[in-house]
């Protein structure tokens, strides 16, 4: 006992006399004795997470180079008091090194390295039981409690654990997660370490590499140490800034890729998918050619796109599918396309859709409409690839899945390959492009491929960076979507700026023209909050939130349109007119906007169909039974369901409704009265598109007229019984605008009202309850505490009826 506290003393007197300070004594490998009992355990998914994250022999610079080049956070953040513990994991270097930290308010960052007497040690010697050291994973060390401000400085002091006299000694450099305190003189190369977020275990992994990255034998995979840092509360920590170390077991397929934008074209995009639904498509399955098949019908010349598409992804295993959705040529700008998907077994984990356009770029992006398509854009950067800036993103999926995607076109005009990689399509100069859209299950895979595709490029004809400057906004759009007069949309604001700039430009309806809406929207500065903004019905709109300090966010969204699929020798239409809706929005109740007519001459069939939501998406139905729609039709119809599902157009589930001459009824429709042609009830859980079709015999040409009003799903108990359900008028208000009162009158009786008023920001500003109201049916509102401007109401009725309109303060 007396010559290990003689060793303590020794060791205490040596690391002091260093300048360092430190967290209490070692033993003679290095290893701390104040180690947390007991550590954590590091299981195999913790290790595997870090080998995916920080592959050994996978540079940083080319595999991840979004870590290092995208403007991530590498010191930690302290927003509340918190404990902190840093944990071992492992270490693959042949330093023996030291891992130590130091402090800062966060209001007045330092501007120069610490000095040694700033540095307090974590591990003095951060080598493995059996490498030089006596860590084992796992092996965690409190290093304080620290109150909200702090900011927290890593220190790596490269070989500086002396074995011999078991001290620290001189290192022969110190690296620090401040890159601007690292020996390397180019700014591109000093980086020396990654934090890396993993949310679902509530830690931040940390990563170094020890070796200075200007010299040759450094490999940059920075996993040279690897801990991880951990905090109570763990919300103390501000981790909006860090990379992630997500990876998602499968992505979607190129074959569905390159229509997610520009409701222009939305009318063309559901005639497409209404004809895939027909067609039972499964070009997006495993079962097409491979690449390298494709590459052969062409005698082994490559020709225009396939000649700079990689046949494999990131680790030379995987085994790339041609998934070319060809009928994108024809309702897009593009005259050539190709897709390519990348499968590891069964899953696929990249997919690289290719196109070729005349004087302009391609103009699709996947990010600027799949957030309003039930997705979310979790992260948009500018990321570095192999010296050429390029917009990256994270997109989370309906289902749950995570998406890495990346973009940029090259401009070509013969002399040289020119790279551009911008937010918006208007800001591309005019121009041929080869465009590529790289998307995959981490963003390893995307950057392997990109850097592919490039390395393809230069191999005939050098590419070079265009002098525009790729810049992404700083306050964006993470999801939202179109419902009942309103847009929902989640904002991430990543500098807290408190007033953004609404502008739009819709239609109502498919037919309809356009007009304006601008707004001025304040915002509480948090990194994401929720707003509604009033648009009144609509069916597409493009609309760009601007701060007016950062690059304005620019989206579109369409609604699921009505359309009309036939062919030309079989039928012909002399008039289609969509009208908007003017009915009352119910509560619990899925109203399908929009009202068409069509009339003409059928000898085999026509359909009339609606996507019930944008995109390819379906509608969730669990909590429906009914449909319910007035129709007036002259020939038999038959009403076709169509799910989210491989079901065959032969087998699909319908329901006829028989002529009515000259008349509109209200039909009402248990969904599982849909049935195919083997009895088989409907019973799937969703429904992706509704069809009334009207059918000849294919010799006789008949005319027909048909007109639908008042399209909703719901609840049988939930839709009116009532055969005019449509025609129960709106609630009248007046005088709107109103200065000092205002009176409202209903559709129908009630007891009693509330009544709720929102600003033009989505915000509920007064809240009444009125039981005794001047009529059955009408009450008086007293305005004159409402600032002037425009206001959207919303009634509920004793008997939960639900009304919403404008009301304007003069």
């Not at 408190?498 to 915002?523: A, C, K």
Request: net charge negative; hydrophobic share 35%; aromatic share 10%.
């Amino acid at each position: 006992m007396k010559k290990i506290l003689l060793l303590l003393l020794f060791v205490s007197q040596v690391i002091w006399a260093q300048g360092y300070q430190y967290l209490g004594a070692y033993d003679s490998m290095g290893t701390p004795l104040y180690l947390e009992n007991p550590g954590d355990v590091v299981g195999s998914d913790t290790m595997d997470m870090v080998g995916y994250s920080l592959p050994e022999g996978y540079p940083v610079p080319i595999y991840n180079p979004h870590y290092i080049t995208a403007g991530y956070d590498t010191d930690l953040i302290i927003d509340s008091l918190a404990d902190v513990w840093v944990t071992f994991v492992s270490e693959g270097a042949g330093y023996k090194n030291v891992l130590g930290f130091y402090t800062y308010d966060i209001n007045n960052p330092p501007v120069t390295a610490p000095t040694p007497s700033d540095i307090t040690i974590i591990f003095p010697n951060v080598s493995a039981l059996y490498s030089g050291g006596g860590l084992l994973a796992g092996d965690k060390v409190k290093i304080g409690t620290f109150p909200a401000g702090t900011g927290i400085g890593w220190v790596l002091l490269a070989n500086a654990w002396n074995s011999s006299t078991s001290s620290i000694g001189n290192p022969l450099w110190a690296v620090h997660s401040n890159p601007d305190f690292n020996p390397e003189a180019l700014p591109e190369l000093q980086h020396h370490n990654v934090l890396l977020q993993d949310a679902e275990n509530e830690r931040i992994i940390l990563g170094f590499e020890d070796v200075r990255r200007d010299y040759g034998s450094c490999d940059n995979d920075f996993n040279d140490a690897v801990f991880y840092v951990s905090a109570n509360p763990y919300t103390a920590l501000r981790t909006t800034n860090y990379a992630d170390v997500s990876k998602s077991a499968t992505v979607t397929s190129g074959n569905t890729g390159g229509l997610e934008s520009d409701g222009k074209l939305a009318s063309l995009v559901a005639v497409r998918n209404f004809k895939r639904s027909k067609e039972n498509h499964q070009s997006n399955k495993k079962n097409q050619e491979s690449f390298t098949s494709y590459i052969s019908k062409n005698g082994g010349t490559q020709t225009t796109l396939d000649a700079y598409i990689p046949n494999t992804g990131m680790y030379g295993t995987e085994v790339a599918q041609v998934s070319t959705p060809q009928d994108l040529i024809g309702i897009t700008n593009a005259n050539e396309v190709l897709s390519v998907d990348y499968y590891e077994q069964s899953n696929r984990v990249a997919a690289v859709l290719a196109t070729s356009t005349t004087g302009s770029i391609y103009d699709h992006s996947k990010v600027i409409c799949d957030r309003l398509n039930n997705s979310s854009l979790d992260d948009v950067r500018v990321v570095t690839v192999n010296g050429y800036p390029m917009i990256s993103s994270k997109i989370t999926l309906a289902n749950g899945e995570v998406e890495y995607a990346l973009g940029f076109s090259i401009k070509h005009d013969g002399t040289q390959n020119e790279l551009y990689s911008l937010w918006e399509i208007g800001q591309y100069p005019t121009g041929d492009y080869y465009n590529f859209q790289v998307w995959g299950s981490s963003f390893s895979q995307v950057f392997a491929i990109t850097n592919g595709i490039l390395s393809n490029f230069n191999q005939s004809q050098s590419v070079v960076n265009t002098t525009m400057t790729a810049t992404v906004p700083e306050v964006f759009v993470n999801s939202g979507y179109y419902k009942n007069g309103a847009l929902h949309l989640t904002i991430t604001n990543k500098t807290g700026v408190l007033n953004m700039n609404f502008s739009g430009n819709l239609s109502v309806t498919e037919q309809s023209g356009r007009q304006n809406i601008t707004q001025s929207i304040n915002l509480s500065g948090a990194y994401q909050e929720d707003i509604i903004i009033p648009t009144g019905g609509l069916f597409d709109i493009g609309f760009s939130i601007n701060t007016g300090s950062s690059q304005p966010d620019t989206l579109y969204l369409a609604d699921g349109p009505w359309g009309l699929d036939y062919l030309d020798t079989y039928a012909t239409v002399s008039q289609f007119d969509i009208n908007a809706s003017n009915t009352s929005v119910s509560p619990n109740v899925y109203h399908v906007e929009r009202n068409p007519i069509v009339t003409g001459n059928v000898k085999g069939n026509i359909n009339l169909f609606r996507h019930l939501l944008p995109g390819d998406q379906s509608l969730d139905i669990t909590n429906y039974d009914t449909i319910q729609f007035d129709l007036n039709n002259d020939q038999d119809v038959e009403v076709v369901l169509v799910p989210n599902a491989d079901v065959a157009w032969t087998d699909r589930f319908t329901f006829t409704i028989p002529a009515n001459q000259g008349n509109t009824a209200t039909h009402r429709i248990r969904i599982n009265e849909f049935k195919n042609r083997s009895g088989v009830s409907f019973s799937y859980p969703d429904i992706k598109t509704i069809v009334f079709s009207v059918i000849s015999d294919y010799s006789t040409t008949i005319p027909f007229s048909i007109s639908i009003n008042d399209l909703k799903i719901g609840q049988f108990s939930t839709l009116s019984a009532n055969q005019n359900y449509d025609a129960i008028a709106q609630v009248m208000v007046y005088p709107n605008p109103a200065s000092t009162t205002a009176y409202f009158k209903l559709p129908v009786s009630t007891s009693s009202i509330e009544l709720h008023i929102y600003d033009m920001n989505g915000r509920l500003v007064d809240r009444k309850t009125e039981s005794l109201l001047e009529t059955e049916n009408s009450f008086k509102y007293d305005v004159t505490s409402l600032k002037k401007g425009y206001y959207v109401y919303k009634i509920l009725t004793a008997n939960n009826e639900s009304f919403m309109g404008k009301l304007v303060k003069q």
